[in-house]
């Protein structure tokens, strides 16, 4: 089963750009990485999700290397609603595309 | 278009006792599943249903949770007794199909365990 490993936290600053990197070494062929935001008393929303190279869309990027290894996602010019947990996760064809989270990366942006 | 319903949002009982939770999923979403998610930790999958056919319910503790979901539509999930270690968040989310389809999530039901 694909594992994932991101930080457990990152601090930024309203306006930056933040990187989170996501490890997944035993990604198959087939399997689908998708990241989620989460606020607190909140569940889970889907942000972005792609397969290889790079992935856009209205408030995201997910940077995908020939690999497959890992993954970044980009978010661009953070504001203070942005302050949540981002979960990596790779969905996994051979396990019925099963979503495994794992403890997800506190993103805090500061003024 | 109504997102995933789940009621009730609290709830408070004492070890032993039972709970249900109930979910609405998003009208024609084929793809229900059932989430575990304990503080400070991310969610756990506990079961997944396409329809009114289970697909994945290998990390659901058989001797005291249960879910079902009639008709393919609603989804109940029954704890029976509760332990003190239930206490978490259970959220429900659905999808189209499974697969790499994008999950909603409902507001999820806090349970503690006293």
């Known amino acids: 089963l694909a594992k994932t490993t991101q930080p457990i936290s990152m601090d930024s600053y309203e306006g930056q750009e933040v990187n989170i990197t996501c490890s997944h070494n035993?990604?198959?062929?087939?399997?689908?990485i998708t990241w989620y935001q989460q606020f607190p008393s909140q569940g889970p929303r889907f942000i972005i999700q792609?397969?290889?190279t790079k992935v856009t869309n209205e408030v995201a990027s997910l940077f995908i290397p020939a690999d497959r290894k890992s993954s970044t996602l980009s978010l661009p010019r953070v504001s203070l609603s942005d302050t949540a947990v981002y979960y990596c996760?790779?969905?996994?064809?051979?396990?019925?595309?099963?979503?495994?989270f794992g403890g997800g990366t506190r993103v805090l942006v500061k003024p | 278009e109504a997102g995933v319903a789940q009621s009730p949002r609290y709830k408070i009982i004492e070890k032993r006792q039972s709970v249900a939770f109930w979910c609405n999923p998003i009208?024609?979403?084929?793809?229900l599943y059932w989430y575990q998610q304990i503080l400070g930790q991310g969610p756990k999958l506990l079961i997944q249903?396409?329809?009114?056919?289970?697909?994945?319910d290998s990390q659901l503790p058989k001797d005291r949770f249960s879910a079902e979901r009639l008709k393919g539509v609603d989804s109940t999930l029954k704890i029976q007794p509760a332990k003190l270690e239930d206490s978490a968040v259970y959220l429900c989310?659905?999808?189209?199909?499974?697969?790499?389809?994008?999950?909603?999530f409902g507001p999820g039901t806090r349970l503690t365990v006293l």
């Open positions: 792609g397969y290889k």
């Open positions: 009208s024609g979403h084929a793809t």
């Open positions: 249903f396409q329809n009114n056919g289970v697909v994945d």
């Open positions: 035993n990604i198959a062929t087939n399997d689908y």
């Open positions: 996760l790779v969905g996994e064809e051979a396990a019925g595309n099963k979503l495994t």
């Open positions: 989310a659905s999808s189209l199909l499974g697969g790499p389809n994008e999950q909603f």
